[in-house]
């Protein structure tokens, strides 16, 4: 389980790259369109849908990664006054209620991607695209965070019997 855990976590370390490079070419379009617009009194024509459609790609990427380094939002302010046990308890309710509800976003995800698929269904705005194109990345997304869930339960169930403390957790 340990091997599998590392190599899980180079997998979303790349996911976190990705969703920074994405970041990253979001705010360059932005300052080129802005300082086109203004100097040059014209504009990149689509840069505000590319910007939506990154934003998109950026937090199905960042999830799970986010997720994995304990940088989700998190609140434990029950958690942190109950005792250990129960705490740990908790821990252990959230993650299984975490992985059900992935599993079930994994499920309609797919089932969207495929009916859009199979329907041709396009995006028109100033591109023209298939939407699926759009919505490949919600099954995949949360496919790891289901990952990440069994993941969790594994060092909860293995760990000491306590809440776990997260990176922004207090």
Not at 62 to 84: K, S
Request: glycine share 6%; aromatic share 12%; charged share 15%.
């Amino acid at each position: 389980m340990a091997a599998a855990a590392k190599l899980y976590g180079y997998l979303l370390e790349v996911c976190g790259l990705v969703a920074a490079l994405l970041v990253f070419t979001m705010t360059s379009l932005i300052v080129a369109d802005v300082v086109l617009r203004n100097l040059f009194n014209t504009t990149l024509p689509a840069s505000v849908e590319l910007t939506e459609y990154a934003m998109f790609y950026a937090a199905a990427f960042a999830a799970p990664w986010l997720l994995r380094r304990g940088q989700h939002i998190r609140i434990d302010v029950v958690i942190a006054r109950v005792p250990a046990a129960a705490g740990w308890l908790m821990e252990i309710a959230c993650d299984l209620i975490g992985l059900a509800l992935s599993l079930l976003m994994t499920w309609y995800g797919f089932a969207m991607v495929l009916r859009s698929a199979r329907g041709d269904t396009l995006i028109v705005k100033n591109l023209i695209f298939p939407e699926w194109y759009v919505l490949w990345p919600l099954p995949l997304m949360f496919v790891l965070l289901a990952l990440e869930f069994v993941f969790r339960l594994h060092r909860v169930l293995t760990g000491p019997r306590q809440a776990r403390r997260e990176g922004g957790a207090v």
